[in-house]
């Protein structure tokens, strides 16, 4: 697999770098195990449960995290079912989740895993890829407005009604089976003239979270931390677009209002220059921090200086 580098890895690690109830920690998107090795060899004595729904993932991380022993498992699951794995190594509650939501930088390099609207391959998009229909089925069997939909709800795309007779005329005529394509197909509905981003990237990225399920998976996760997370704890999510940002701060924004503990800081935390220039996807990344069952108030000496822009 090509190299991965976890994204926002320092605030990470600080997020869960404080007392918190004796349990493991949940990272529920595991991916080729960054974040929970810098969290195992930053924190003494935590433990940690990895999960992802990648088979190859799920490899590279066990061998990744073997030098750890006993305080690192690595299970085959999706993050909507966290507790339930838990619950499966023995584990009431956790002291924390982590979530780093999205698509990782080698299933985007795998041209096979039809990720990537880059490289021309099958249009696959399946995390699993054992489980469930494939893009190019999901097409094959949606109605064009179906298609329209997907594309607007899920990619925020204004032209999906264009991208969507596209592909369905495509289909029809048998001219989509591959990534190249369908990227193809949404580079001709964009009238000339240069672009802020691909055409293709909103299409593919709305057909990767409906084909997952991501937003699902997301709300899922979210909804079994009353029951799952222990006291202090901490719930922490790292999301790349605005629709994940915006359940995981509605959601947090409950919770804090049910008094089971207080968001870290109202703005979501992003990278810094650095990061930015030598990690181009920490460029769209928002961290949010959740302190489960902390009643502090927060008081930050900056926040009297910052202005309502940056409160996101």
């Known amino acids: 697999m090509a190299e991965h580098i976890p994204v926002l890895l320092k605030p990470v690690v600080a997020a869960f770098d404080r007392d918190l109830a004796v349990a493991p920690v949940v990272d529920g998107t595991c991916g080729l195990g960054g974040h929970s090795a810098a969290l195992l060899d930053a924190i003494d004595g935590l433990r940690i449960v990895g999960l992802d729904r990648d088979k190859q993932s799920v490899a590279v991380a066990t061998d990744a995290l073997a030098r750890f022993g006993g305080r690192a498992v690595v299970r085959h699951g999706t993050f909507g079912g966290w507790l339930e794995q838990l619950h499966s190594v023995g584990v009431d509650r956790g002291a924390g989740l982590l979530l780093d939501l999205g698509v990782s930088s080698p299933q985007l390099d795998q041209p096979g895993r039809g990720f990537s609207f880059r490289h021309d391959g099958p249009l696959d998009m399946r995390m699993d890829d054992s489980d469930g229909p494939t893009a190019l089925e999901f097409l094959r069997t ?6 329209a939909d997907v594309i607007f709800r899920y990619g ?5 009604r264009r991208i ?14 591959t990534t190249a394509q369908l990227a193809e ?18 299409t593919f990225q709305a057909l990767r979270i409906a084909i ?7 709300e899922r996760a979210l909804a079994a931390c009353p029951a799952g997370i222990a006291a202090p704890g901490v719930v922490a999510v790292i999301s790349f677009h605005s629709l994940e940002d915006r359940v995981v701060k509605q959601t947090m ?12 800081k109202p703005w979501p935390v992003t990278a810094d220059d650095a990061e930015r220039a ?7 990344a928002k961290l949010r921090v959740f302190l ?3 009643q502090g108030p927060h008081k930050d000496p900056r926040d009297k200086y910052r202005s309502k822009k940056h409160r996101t």
């Open 156 to 160: 925020e795309e204004r032209l999906s």
């Open 278 to 284: 030598s990690n181009p996807r920490a460029r769209s």
């Open 212 to 218: 997952n399920d991501e937003i699902g998976e997301l």
């Open 164 to 177: 969507a007779r596209g592909i369905t005329k495509a289909l029809g005529e048998n001219r989509l089976s």
């Open 142 to 147: 949606s109605t064009e407005a179906d298609i």
């Open 292 to 294: 489960w069952g902390d």
């Open 253 to 264: 924004q409950a919770w804090a209002t049910q008094e089971l503990g207080r968001i870290l």
């Open 185 to 202: 197909i949404c580079r001709r509905a964009y009238p000339p003239g240069p672009q802020r981003i691909d055409p293709a990237t909103r």
